[in-house]
């Protein structure tokens, strides 16, 4: 297994990692509280909150895995070296657990608070069964031939797809509206913060072990894409 080269990197990276993880945890909460000081859930994207669920389960799957399993671990270091370094740490399991909690609060909140008209779209459900049934055929796929580390490959990517698009029905709902009532700015702020911490992160990462370009890319997805939110606010 791979280790840091220099230490001051190795606690730079993780007080990074944990601070993109806290904020992006607490993120969640502005808009559970907002929903319950209201009562509603009127102005929050049903869709939003079923893709959210889609991305944060395959990312659990993917990080879980990859962290606990020895099997899935040995199969990563056969392919890349011993001696790089499993790219997952503890932060990366809480944060998604603990999503899919506040989801799972969110989600009770839509069913007994008012929520007007809205409902899930046709479009997202039909995401939602797709990926899932995608999923599925890939677990039976790597069932076969005991791939497990391009099963939770897979996953990776469905995550990846899942960030790519679920902020996009909260962005139009806010443009149809011409309002964001009922929607919280907070979370956007903490997840900006959180996209520079984790930014900083995987470059003082890059810079010690070379590699970690996807969680990279991902954060200057989200930052742009946070930005578009706060304007409408």
């Known amino acids: 297994m791979g280790s840091w080269n220099s230490i001051p990197m190795e606690v730079m990276y993780q007080v ?3 601070t993109s993880i806290i904020c992006w945890a607490f993120s969640g909460y502005p ?4 929903n319950f000081r209201r009562k509603s859930v009127v ?3 049903f869709d939003y909150v079923v893709l959210n669920f889609t991305k944060q389960a395959s990312y659990l799957i993917y990080n879980a895995t990859l962290f606990f399993s020895p099997i899935v671990q040995k199969q990563y270091f056969d392919k890349y070296g011993y001696d790089q370094m499993i790219p997952v740490a ?8 603990h999503a899919i909690l506040l989801i799972f609060v969110v989600t009770l909140q839509i069913v007994f608070f008012e929520r007007g008209n809205q409902k899930v779209s046709k479009a997202a459900i039909g995401i939602f069964v797709s990926v899932w049934f995608f999923a599925a055929g890939c677990v039976l796929i790597a069932s076969s031939t005991h791939s497990w580390l391009w099963l939770i490959s ?8 899942m960030t790519l698009i679920k902020c996009s029905p909260q962005a ?5 509206r011409k ?11 903490l997840d900006l913060i959180g996209g520079v911490a984790t930014l900083v992160q995987m470059s003082v990462q890059s810079i010690d072990q070379g590699h970690h370009l996807l969680l990279l890319c ?9 930005w578009i939110l706060s304007c409408y606010n």
């Open 16 to 18: 990074l990692g944990w």
């Open 31 to 34: 808009q559970l509280l907002l």
């Open 43 to 45: 102005g929050l994207s």
């Open 90 to 97: 503890l932060s990366d399991v809480f944060f998604p657990s």
């Open 154 to 161: 897979m996953f990776n990517s469905i995550q990846v797809f």
């Open 172 to 176: 139009f709902m806010n443009f149809s």
């Open 179 to 189: 309002s964001t009532v009922g929607f919280s700015i907070d979370p956007i702020v």
């Open 218 to 226: 991902f954060s200057l997805y989200l930052i742009p894409f946070g």
